[in-house]
């Protein structure tokens, strides 16, 4: 024992290949339950959120149309002094009815384009 020469630090300790490979394994095993458990506390906390989300969103939407009912009531006390309540009834409805026409032959037309695009892609593969 008295030939034994003090352990020198600046050395590196030597490990075997196999113990290299366990390590590895161990730590990506470490990683793969950290990122599952990071994921899962997403999910978790998006779901919490997404009913709230949505009642937002729908609240929105309802008031965004009472908006519109206001709107179209306003326009038929504004016009119909000048247009008669017939009249004011049938300008107010007519642009109404413009509009919502606009908006659809809009949405058709993204639609019939959208699938266009689709159907090259399918082709392309």
Not at 75 to 95: F, I, K
């Amino acid at each position: 024992m008295a030939d034994e020469a003090p352990p020198n630090d600046d050395e590196p300790a030597r490990v075997s290949l196999g113990d290299d490979l366990r390590q590895l394994i161990d730590d990506g095993r470490t990683l793969a339950e950290a990122e599952l458990a990071w994921q899962k506390s997403r999910a978790s906390f998006a779901g919490k959120q997404a009913g709230g989300i949505a009642a937002l969103g729908a609240l929105g939407a309802v008031l965004a149309v009472f908006a519109l009912v206001a709107l179209t009531v306003g326009l038929l006390l504004a016009l119909t002094p000048l247009l008669t309540a017939w009249g004011a009834t049938a300008a107010v409805a007519g642009g109404l009815l413009l509009a919502g026409l606009i908006c659809g032959t809009l949405a058709v037309m993204r639609a019939r384009r959208m699938m266009r695009l689709i159907a090259n892609r399918k082709a392309e593969r």
